[in-house]
């Protein structure tokens, strides 16, 4: 199947600061991303579907201004965590659609701790 | 409202055994299905899919069957493996290009040695 990288798999950041996690399909275009949290013990939770070029769409009660998400080409897709607070901790995962491929290619996933 | 429904948090079967995940959903506009695994802190891994169009798919020991009319689906490990042991979601999707897809809750099975 296609490939997907997330980058970092794990992150520790203080309280108050930002973090952005980085998801990249390698071997096709992806024309849609989208970006799930996780919660433990808890099914994937859809935070944004975006398409490249254009501004992303947000799910109900998911703050724009805290998870900004840029989708500048057809490979990369990036979610900021802006003044991160311990609450943002959590398992984010991104995937990724397009090349003619009905299924959705999920990255490896990050693990976010705020301290 | 959960559109995508597993009503078996957990499941437990033996080595060698039949594994059977089942998956309900609401939405009529759902068109194409798919099964995921995830281990824990790792991404999902897709498994399989189904389209609507169809009854029933094969991929090696895994087999989906669509029963549309009542929206049900199932997902048939033979035989179960230790390493099948992980939490699988079912999603769905309207068969529209870039559409998001709706996760059901997860099934954790265990295989047991």
């Known amino acids: 199947g296609a490939v997907v990288s997330q980058h970092p798999s794990w992150v520790i950041c203080k309280s108050g600061t930002s973090v952005k996690i980085e998801c990249r399909s390698l071997?096709?275009?992806?024309?849609?991303m989208f970006w799930y949290r996780q919660f433990p013990k808890q099914s994937l939770m859809l935070m944004a579907t975006?398409?490249?070029?254009?501004?992303?769409?947000?799910e109900q009660g998911v703050e724009k201004d805290k998870f900004l998400i840029n989708h500048a080409s057809l490979t990369l897709s990036t979610l900021t965590v802006t003044s991160a607070h311990p609450e943002d901790s959590s398992f984010y995962i991104c995937?990724?659609?397009?090349?003619?491929?009905?299924?959705?290619?999920f990255g490896q996933g990050t693990r976010l701790t705020v301290v | 409202d959960q559109q995508v429904k597993q009503n078996s948090p957990s499941l437990s079967v033996q080595e060698g055994r039949i594994s059977i995940l089942n998956c309900d959903y609401t939405?009529?506009?759902?068109?194409?299905f798919l099964w995921y695994k995830k281990y824990p802190a790792e991404g999902p891994t897709f498994l399989i899919s189904i389209s609507s169009i169809k009854d029933k798919n094969e991929d090696g020991r895994f087999t989906v069957f669509l029963n549309k009319s009542a929206k049900h689906l199932s997902l048939h490990i033979v035989p179960s493996q230790p390493g099948d042991s992980a939490v699988y979601f079912c999603a769905a999707t309207p068969d529209n290009y870039g559409q998001n897809f709706v996760f059901g809750p997860g099934t954790r099975l265990s295989v047991l040695p």
């Open positions: 975006s398409n490249e070029g254009s501004k992303a769409t947000y």
């Open positions: 995937s990724a659609r397009g090349g003619g491929n009905t299924e959705a290619f």
């Open positions: 939405n009529s506009m759902f068109d194409y």
């Open positions: 071997d096709f275009q992806a024309t849609t």
